[in-house]
């Protein structure tokens, strides 16, 4: 076999039908309260199968209006076109309680005389990505005023049905992503000979098109009183989309043909079977554009991964391919051998490498051009973090992109595998989000949909948006926990009093499951806490079936619910989650300490022991104060107690930082560093699967509170406790976009003697602590210098 190995550059080409100015505006009152004129509109097809569909409606101004807004909706998804202009996709992703729908401006992009509005909408139906809770195929437009009301979707609209593509199902048993879970929806083949190419073009010709089939008009959340919409309606909750245009990476390898030119266009001769292996140099998520010419009879196959594999499974130096194979989820292109054809998906695809095996027929390929449309949460990097030890930033900018592609709309736990907004993962999101964004409007859409989720018996989901129940009890703590980081980093305490409600019934299903001895045993369906810890053998081991870690989990959560309860005048639930609270700690401070260890054991047996029991510890405050940081260093150095993933390694670092150990916390950061020096341009999950991985991004809230030092010592955030922890670091800066404006430090460790400036934004103030020593903090700007 012929193989060559070159490097190629693709050069940016922007492309047509693309268009990055998108006009999200908010609905006036009637639109969410009111029943609207428009109808939900669906193919004459089965509109419960899978299928993908094209809408237009033309309509004729005599002038271009100042102001044109539509309100859009779909079941699955849509993508808009105005005149050929692409606006955005949507619907937010929600449940069909809160089924979103997206009001735009659209009147820059229209004319006088005759107009377009197309719109694609897919419905993935059983296939569907598991974040998708739809019903049936459905699109809905409605205008806002009476000159836009005239493209509100009625029979007078026209539709075809896509042949051209057919999904690619992936499932767990699938040898091509190594048996591993998946849950991120369908790729697809698309027969170009089958697409209606230029189909959102002002000038398409759709006169044999079908007139589709209205059903019942829009309903707002809580407007028909009978519970008969099948989509409540509610307004999007959170900015549009970033679409932004990159260029496709680099050719690092081709094999079975022979590639001299270092630009593009590339040829593909006729009877030609080769593969083309692209790196885009690091993890991006994005709607892959591949622009091809001619190939009728041939097919391409586009192979996305985060990374490569050696013979054995090995992912080994990420920008390594030397004896190298790609593994992963695919689409199919065939061309129809006309000019200029853009491939493109109906979701966007997340990849490092990117490989085409191409096959041709009886005419030559042009591959003329391949780039992508990145995709994301439009997060503004608005945080800085530097230090002594530089190698600290390179975690911090890598941090950073793993919480980007983690946040769609939801946040993710991970792009490329599932895509679900998991709870354990969100509350880390959320809390990098307040520090680096400063945006906490994706964390108040993720508070929002896990309430949404409560069950009967006071359990959230584990992860919500899910048409796929599935219960990690914990999870449902952790949400309240979540609750609590709001309150004390943002400033809104009605949207957080809203959730106490679902607070006691989570905090009252925990209740039914503590013993007499006031332990907590094992809960129901999945108890995870951490992929190494074993809950279920160590139960089994166990003769009094009760665990430390459940119980200072359930302990932890409960002193923040009281401490809500407390600030909301009802002293009375306060004062009854703080006493279990204590019975809880008191418990396993009798039952499960081990002497001669001097360590907390999994079970009062005392046959198992973990570093997660003892994390619980010092975070719900069974250990005293003063012996935190002491107790932490033997919980690191212990070698035959189970350890920690990157997920729990949160909570080690929440511990490390309330015992003021930020040594140690500076010794834990090795793992990341070490990951980077394997390669990744994110961080992972922990295990081989997932190459980037929400919890991972930890560092990037952590080192801001630990390093720096930054941390709310009120509710809303109103001061500031300011206690840098640099043992092993001599130089500290850090910003944060506080909700009030900028916070800035900038400190200098020489010995014990501590000097620098801390900036504090308008009204909030403060206090810092260094070596025992507290100075008040103003705000503006405070020159510090402490020996």
């Known amino acids: 076999m012929q193989k060559q190995t070159i490097t190629i550059f693709f050069f940016l080409i922007l492309p047509i039908l693309r268009c990055q100015s998108q006009q999200l505006v908010s609905p006036d009152a009637h639109i969410a309260s009111m029943r609207w004129q428009a109808r939900w509109i669906t193919a004459k097809e089965n509109p419960y199968h899978f299928g993908v569909y094209h809408f237009r409606k033309s309509f004729s101004l005599n002038n271009i209006p100042s102001q044109f807004v539509i309100h859009i909706s779909a079941d699955n998804r849509y993508r808009l076109f105005v005149n050929g202009n692409y606006i955005t996709d ?29 719109v694609q909408v897919v419905n993935w139906s059983d296939v569907a990505p598991v974040y998708i809770m739809g019903k049936r195929t459905a699109l809905i437009v409605q205008g806002d005023d009476a000159t836009s009301s005239v493209v509100n979707t009625d029979t007078s609209w026209k539709y075809v049905t896509n042949t051209a593509v057919t999904p690619i199902v992936f499932k767990p048993g699938d040898a091509s992503i190594f048996y591993q879970y998946y849950a991120a929806g369908p790729m697809e083949k698309v027969n170009g000979a089958e697409y209606p190419w230029g189909w959102e073009s002002a000038t398409f010709d759709d006169q044999a098109w079908k007139e589709p089939t209205a059903t019942e008009t829009g309903a707002p959340f809580g407007v028909t009183g009978f519970g008969d919409a099948t989509w409540d309606l509610v307004p999007r909750s959170i900015p549009l989309m970033e679409y932004r245009y990159q260029a496709g990476g680099v050719i690092r390898r081709s094999e079975s043909i022979s590639l001299s030119s270092r630009k593009f266009p590339i040829t593909i001769p006729a009877g030609t079977t080769c593969s083309i292996l692209l790196d885009q140099q690091q993890l991006t998520t994005a709607y892959p554009e591949l622009i091809v010419s001619k190939g009728k009879g041939g097919q391409i196959k586009a192979i996305y991964a985060e990374a490569l594999f050696d013979d054995i499974k090995n992912k080994g130096h990420r920008d390594s391919i030397n004896g190298k194979s790609i593994h992963g989820v695919y689409d199919i292109f065939q061309p129809d051998g006309a000019t200029g054809r853009k491939f493109t998906t109906l979701s966007f695809r997340t990849f490092r490498y990117v490989q085409f095996n191409i096959t041709t027929g009886n005419e030559p390929l042009i591959l003329e051009q391949f780039g992508s449309w990145f995709t994301g949460y439009p997060f503004q990097k608005k945080a800085s973090f530097a230090a002594s030890d530089t190698s600290l930033s390179k975690v911090f900018d890598i941090g950073w ?22 709870v354990g993962d969100t509350r880390i999101q959320a809390l990098v989000s307040y ?19 409560l069950s009967y018996d006071g359990l959230t989901y584990s992860r919500y948006p899910s048409s796929l129940a599935q219960y990690i009890p914990n999870y449902s703590l952790v949400w309240v926990t979540m609750v609590h980081d709001y309150f004390m ?21 925990f209740e039914q499951y503590v013993t007499k001895d006031k332990m907590m045993t094992e809960q129901p369906y999945w108890d995870f806490f951490d992929h190494t810890f074993p809950t279920h053998k160590i139960v089994q081991e166990s003769s009094t079936k009760t665990l430390t870690t459940n119980s200072l989990f359930y302990a932890y959560t409960l002193d923040m619910a009281a401490e809500l309860f407390a600030y909301y005048n009802e002293p009375q639930l306060a004062q009854k989650y703080s006493q279990l609270s204590e019975q809880l700690k008191g418990a396993v401070k009798q039952q499960t300490w081990d002497a001669n260890r001097q360590l907390y054991a999994d079970t009062p047996d005392k046959k198992h022991f973990s570093m997660h029991s003892n994390i619980m510890a010092v975070l719900s405050g069974v250990i005293p104060k003063e012996d935190q940081h002491a107790f932490v260093k033997r919980i690191v150095d212990a070698k035959d107690i189970i350890p920690t993933t990157l997920y729990f390694d949160f909570y080690l670092a929440r511990a490390m930082n309330q015992a003021q150990a930020g040594d140690l916390y500076l010794n834990l950061l090795s793992k990341w560093k070490e990951l980077i020096s394997l390669g990744l341009s994110t961080f992972p999950e922990g295990h081989p699967r997932s190459e980037c991985h929400a919890w991972s991004a930890s560092p990037n809230y952590e080192m801001l509170a630990t390093f720096a030092g930054v941390q709310p010592s009120t509710p809303g955030f109103k001061s500031v406790q300011i206690r840098p922890l640099m043992q092993s670091l001599d ?23 501590l000097t620098g400036k801390v900036i504090l934004p308008h009204d909030i103030s403060g206090k810092l602590e260094w070596n025992g020593k507290t100075i008040e903090l103003k705000s503006g700007e405070n020159k510090i210098s402490i020996k």
Not at 91 to 100: A, G, N
Not at 489 to 509: C, Q, T, W
């Open 401 to 422: 992109h793993t919480a980007r592609l983690c946040a769609y709309e939801t946040y993710v736990d991970c792009p490329y595998w599932e895509r679900l907004q998991y």
């Open 489 to 509: 980093y943002r400033n809104d305490p009605a949207f957080v009093k809203s959730f106490l409600p679902g607070i006691r019934m989570v905090l009252e299903h």
């Open 435 to 453: 520090y680096v964004a400063g945006d906490d409007r994706l964390a108040r859409n993720a508070l929002e949909q896990i309430h949404w989720s």
């Open 90 to 118: 949507g619907p937010q992703i929600s449940d069909t309680h809160h089924w979103r729908f997206e009001s735009l401006d659209v009147a820059r992009f229209l004319k006088a005389g005759t107009n377009v509005i197309a």
């Open 731 to 753: 130089k500290v800066q850090g910003s944060i976009p506080h909700w009030a404006g900028n916070l800035q430090v900038d400190f200098i460790k020489e010995g014990n003697q």
